[in-house]
């Protein structure tokens, strides 16, 4: 038995429809909702197996009500039915999420038939598509878990095994004049530790976004005067290239974090007398913040893996390896990506790509 709701304000199209679905064999079972605002509440209800739907209901309009449909989640096939041939309609139905189109006067039982159980099948298959869709991300999700379960094991049992011994040195009464110092090294392991959960708290952050207008030029300087004194220290020069008035949507201090990553990168690959630029780019539908130095370039040999939670070619206490997989985890909720450019001697530029839908 098949449930068919027919919502259709004109009562002899529900007669003709339901003379239709009788001539099929098998059964169908037709309840008719000559209103958007009957078809509402009997949802309420019930949900059928397929809704045959108007393409004009009086004043009202089938394709709002079937966008409203998809927007509560309901994902049943829906078939518009319209009075007249027309391939806007057609493509205009087809974008609110209908399964399939047919016109009213060329209908037959034949055609209702083949077209009921063409949408029923193929929304099966949509929902089908939905879940293995669902479980590959689930499964994607696990081996970064892995990974960044491995990471910590690595980044945090070194100075774990360090502290205990010191800490045990201490209890034996062992450590004699050289106390403080040990004291100090006790220090600096937790320090080490708290900084790598700090930064895997902030990889693993997966809190909505704040999302607001901002001014990017202000954000980017905003950025160098958070790196002055280190790139002053480092001889390294600063150079801002971003044209005052430029705006986007984005969640302001995820992407200065972001953005400071890939500064920080930059000044650790960048000699003394090298520069650091902050430029813009964009293409349809994206802002890029663009972040080039003149510094070492990375080797293709490790460019594959630079991206991987962990990944660090910096010496111990120095780098965790959770900047770049940050910086995408950022880019991605903003619907962007980074994109790299590197040349060995020459420097490096890294783009962290921001989706603009308002413009
Ligand atoms: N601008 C750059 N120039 C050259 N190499 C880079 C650059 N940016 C990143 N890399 C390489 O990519 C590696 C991974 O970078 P990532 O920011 O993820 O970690 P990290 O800087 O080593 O540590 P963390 O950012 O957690 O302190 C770096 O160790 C470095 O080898
Ligand atoms: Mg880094």
Known sequence: MIRVFLVDDDEDDYVLTRGLLGDIPGSFELAWMPSIDKARAALRDTVPDLILLDYLLGAESGLDFLKELRRAGLGLPVIILTGQGDREIDMAAMAAGATDYLVKSELSAAILDRAIRYAMSVSELHRKLLEDHERLQQMEKLSVV?????????????????????????????????????????????????VTLRSLLDLAREQPLTLAEVDVAELVAACFRLMAATLRSR????????????????????????????????????????????????????????????????????????????FTTKSVGKGTGLGLPFVVQTAKLHGGDLTIASQVGKGTTMTMWLRDDAR
Do not use: C, W
């Open 146 to 194: 892995g990974l960044i379960a491995a990471g910590i094991v690595h980044e945090v049992s070194n100075p774990l095994t360090g502290v205990m011994s010191l800490v045990q040195a201490l209890h034996d009464g062992k450590a004699g004049d050289s106390r403080d110092e040990y004291f100090k090294a006790v220090k600096d392991g937790l320090e080490r530790m708290r």
């Open 235 to 310: 001889g390294i020069t600063p150079v801002q290239d971003v044209p005052a008035g430029l705006r986007a949507r984005a969640d302001r201090s995820r992407v200065i974090q972001a953005i400071l990553n890939l500064m920080m990168n930059a000044a650790d690959a960048t000699p003394s007398g090298g520069s650091i630029t902050v430029s813009v780019t964009k293409k349809p539908g994206s802002i890029g913040i663009v972040v080039t130095d003149t510094g070492a370039g990375i080797a293709p040999a490790i460019a594959e893996r630079i991206l991987e939670p962990f």
